[in-house]
């Protein structure tokens, strides 16, 4: 039989494995996978057949077959392994320690992937991509891709607990009570459900029935970095988690299409976790074993050379001061394109095929590879290709509600290619390789400093780098437009005009050295832009924005010192007198941090903490107020108890932070 | 009959303090030196590495440690400063020290690690290990990982097959591992409340060790126990 719909999910039931469809006319399709539970090993030399029939003798071992497979990173030759079948997977732990200790047997592979992950790779399946269906008494026979349409008939609902019952409600539905014991029975025809109630595994798995998609929306939201919630999304009521809910999926969609993982799966790891899947997808492409340890060691090297090779992304300190008609320009995923263009990768790094033409890395005699495309960049093009397409149609985007989505979506990929690079130097990656992360960066350090080359030789002047972002002035519009492409086309790396400032500064630190990372400035659209001060921090209170708001604009235009000092002074009175006289709005001092552990987990008594625990709340988000008892959850606070001193101080240091370096007092 | 690197190397360790060389002054082995202050110990460590430099020859320092507290944890500037100070230039003495890192106990119980160690220079005369516990007391325990005896053994054959001295460092807060009480010759601990002060636990010229050194507690892996 076939009939046509979308792979949503995967579950097991009695230790098989079951995928979920669902199809275009709605319905749901469970289909048996007619597929065993499988690890390979590694025997040492001449010894495979002789496992192969031990082996095969074992009660929980349905068949061993040999295979010829790449088990080294570092070598392209296949090694005859053993793939072994297993009926019982609850078991396979039990059986997979017995085989370590087997003599001949030098190492398992691909125990640590999840029995579905390996079934879709190995078929080249994604959730949430369109197939033909073929299936013969509810047993999967295959599926064959039709398109990249996403499911437009996903049923959700949210649920919360309300007065010991249990509130369900999906788009169209009204509000239905239901019990833990009828809760199963109510799911029946959910594909996705919100909810944050679950708190402990053992209820989820007792009373979510098989095969539903679950959010927790509260640790979905704590993941993610790039996630800005807006007033709409709320956790608290059904509607507001239909209304993130449907946020999130998008997010659910892209990552569980690129990472093979399955969407309940997405919402409960690290976004750093996802680089093993892709990567694993790779390998198994390329005919690789996935290891379970991380085999790859650093060589030895002397001081001098880790001198040259271990060092941080270059930095262009800027002088302290204001500056005209300046130019951001910043490197889309700057090392993530590095790794697919340089081919970076353990497999491939200082590779022997390359005798001539190879891509070498300066500062250091090392060369990428360009014959073969390394584990790496063939997992991480997809996804960074993909995420330069969504940010391309945002930009296009007319209707804020599809620019919005856009940006979820390509913010989604992000956390995958801000992690990747950490991720290459990470213990715990069975592919990581600290010799490829600093190749990583001295290319990266290399590509910087070709661009200020480019703009000294076009007459621009760089006046602050760092890392993947550059700031070059004395240009005009076409110039910049012109210097962005030049960089372009001689690195490789894509180098975009982010935007111009009519009047940007530089303050200096507390302690008169030069910083990184602390500007502000005003574009020639009239927006203000900023980093490193409380403008720019989230946690950082209204209050505190409005004053660098207001003050911004007045440093960036006004010439006259003396004048400049007058209007300061004003606005530094008028924002005290708010503090003084309780002029102002409580919710408009709360400082609002989230809580990204368990609160029982943390020992500090960092100000947000003793709030939080004062009155924990839902949505993991201490907001809290400075009063004279120490700080305080706003709900527990008044404007008759706030410690105006603290403000006046904050308000204080935030005006020398803005100054320091560009007024002549403050210097 | 001792072997004539073996009586060169009967000298004293320099560590920068009078007290503390009359203490090491050994014909080889392994000195595991204790205290619950990395940064103090590493600095010693660091110390060490520059006051023992010898031209022609290598030390290796061997940083088993966990990345996400102290990813580069020497102190290069105090390295270069001290070498600086006795005369010897920067770049001969980065060029002398070999370093090799690890950030998971996978690395260390593994032959291929082992196996790229077997490519140094024979002239080594001093390998330091900063630290021995560190990867065992931030890495979750996996059935397959090998207890302490393995990298603990495979470093004193490092050390004889070069006949250099090796330097342990262990920050850890509970009672020394008892087969690294075995292989090392000496065992210093420092205390630093009030004040510092150094209690030799172990010594060839002790007759007996200072406290008492367990020789059972050793985590046994199930595995281990069939």
């Known amino acids: 039989m076939k009939t046509d719909g979308w792979l949503i999910n995967s579950f097991e039931k009695q230790s098989r494995l079951y995928l979920r469809f669902k199809t275009t006319q709605g319905n749901k399709l469970d289909l048996l996978v007619n597929s065993l539970h499988y690890f390979y090993l590694v025997p040492k030399k001449n010894m495979v057949e002789e496992l192969a029939y031990k082996i095969s003798l074992h009660p929980n071992v349905v068949k061993t077959e040999i295979e010829l497979k790449k088990t080294r990173i570092l070598s392209d030759s296949l090694e005859p392994v053993l793939k072994i079948s297993i009926n019982c997977p609850e078991n396979s732990k039990e059986l997979e320690t017995q085989l370590r200790n087997i003599e001949g047997v030098l190492e398992l592979a691909e125990t640590k992937l999840p029995y579905y992950f390996k079934f879709i790779a190995d078929n080249q399946l994604s959730f949430f991509k369109k197939y033909e269906i073929a299936y013969n008494n509810e047993e999967y026979v295959n599926a064959k891709e039709i398109g990249e349409q996403e499911p437009d008939n996903l049923v959700l609902a949210s649920l919360i607990q309300v007065k010991g019952l249990l509130a369900l409600k999906t788009q ?3 509000v239905e009570y239901v019990t833990k014991n009828n809760l199963n029975y109510a799911l029946r025809n959910i594909d996705i459900l919100f909810a944050s109630w679950f708190n402990e595994n053992q209820i989820r798995k007792k009373l979510i029935p098989a095969g539903l998609i679950h959010c927790d929306l509260r640790e979905d939201v704590r993941a993610d970095m790039y996630f800005e919630i807006n007033e709409k999304d709320n956790v608290e009521t059904l509607d507001g988690q239909i209304i993130l809910g449907k946020r999130r999926l998008t997010r659910l969609i892209e990552l569980s299409r690129i990472t093979g993982v399955k969407p309940d799966i997405i919402t409960k790891i690290t976004p750093g976790s996802l680089n093993t899947f892709i990567h694993a997808i790779a390998a198994k492409q390329k005919g690789f074993l996935v290891p379970d340890k991380k085999k790859l060691v650093e060589a030895p090297k002397t001081l001098l050379e880790l001198m040259a090779v271990d060092k941080g992304g270059t930095i262009l300190y800027p002088s302290p001061g204001t500056y005209e008609n300046v130019a951001k320009c910043d490197f889309a995923s700057m090392y993530p394109s590095i790794i697919c263009k340089y081919n970076i990768s353990p497999d491939t790094l200082n590779c022997s095929c390359c005798s001539e033409n190879k891509f070498m890395i ?14 790496i960049p063939t997992g991480l093009e997809p996804v960074l290709l993909r995420r330069l397409k969504l940010k391309h149609l945002k930009k296009q985007a007319i209707n804020a509600q599809e620019k919005q ?6 913010g989604a990929l992000k956390t995958i290619l801000v992690t990747c690079f950490g991720y290459l ?21 290399f590509v910087l400093e070709q661009s200020i080359d480019i703009a000294n030789e076009m007459g621009l002047t760089p006046i602050y780098g760092i890392v993947d972002s550059l700031f070059v002035k004395n240009g005009n519009k076409e110039q910049y437009e012109e210097f962005v492409k030049k960089v372009s086309e001689k690195t490789g790396i894509s180098l975009e005009l982010n935007c111009i400032f009519k009047k940007i500064a530089f303050p200096q630190s507390s302690d008169g050295s030069w910083v990184a990372n602390k500007y502000y400035g005003i574009t020639n659209e009239g927006e203000i832009e900023s980093r490193g001060i409380s403008l720019r921090h989230s946690d950082s209170c209204k209050w505190l924005k409005e004053f660098d708001k207001r003050i911004i604009p007045i440093i960036l235009s006004e010439d006259n010192e003396k004048e400049l000092l007058i209007y300061l002074n004003s606005i530094l009175n008028e924002f005290s007198r708010q503090i003084r006289e309780n002029d102002v709005c409580l919710k408009d001092l709360a400082i609002t941090k989230r809580i990204r552990g368990k609160i029982s987990e943390y020992t500090s008594n960092a100000p947000h903490l003793v709030a939080y625990r004062q009155l924990p709340t839902q949505d993991n988000h201490s907001k809290f107020i400075y009063t004279t008892e120490g700080p305080k959850p706003i709900q527990l606070t008044n404007l008759n108890n706030i410690d105006k001193k603290k403000y006046q101080t904050l308000l204080q240091h935030e005006l020398e932070a803005l100054c320091k370096g560009i007024t002549k007092q403050n210097s | 009959m001792q072997s004539t690197s073996a009586l060169t190397l009967c000298q004293q360790v320099k560590t920068g303090s009078k007290a503390l060389d009359s203490a090491l002054k050994i014909s080889g082995g392994v000195i595991t030196l204790r205290s619950t202050k990395q940064k103090w110990l590493s600095k010693l460590a660091a110390g060490i590495l520059v006051l023992n430099y010898k031209k022609n020859s290598s030390s290796l320092l061997l940083n088993w440690l966990d990345y996400h507290q102290r990813y580069w944890s020497l102190d290069l500037d105090y390295l270069i400063k001290i070498g600086n100070g006795i005369g010897i230039e920067s770049e001969e003495l980065v060029r002398s020290i070999i370093i090799h890192r690890c950030f998971s106990r996978d690395n260390i119980e593994s032959p291929e690690f ?14 330091v290990l900063d630290s021995f516990t560190e990867l065992y007391e931030s890495d979750p325990v996996k059935e397959e990982n090998k207890p302490k005896i393995f990298p603990a053994s495979m470093f004193n054959r490092l050390v004889s097959k070069h006949d250099a001295i090796g330097i342990i460092l262990d920050y850890s807060k509970k009672t020394i591992n008892p087969y690294l009480a075995q292989i090392s010759s000496v065992i210093i601990e420092f205390k630093h409340d009030e004040g510092l002060y150094a209690q030799v636990i172990k010594h060839p010229y ?5 406290i008492e050194i367990p020789v059972a507690g050793q985590q046994i892996l199930k595995r281990w126990t069939k």
């Open chain 1, 172 to 174: 169209e539905s009204n």
């Open chain 1, 425 to 445: 130097g990470f213990s715990n990656f069975a592919f990581s390789n600290v010799e490829c992360k600093e190749a990583v960066v001295l290319i990266g350090r």
């Open chain 1, 405 to 410: 989505e856009l940006n979820d979506r390509q």
């Open chain 2, 114 to 127: 082992w196996a790229a160690l077997g490519t140094l220079p024979k002239e080594l005369r001093l390998v």
């Open chain 2, 206 to 210: 002790l007759a007996d060790p200072l």
């Open chain 1, 362 to 375: 300066k500062g250091i005699d090392w060369h990428g590879c360009r014959k073969i495309e390394g584990i």
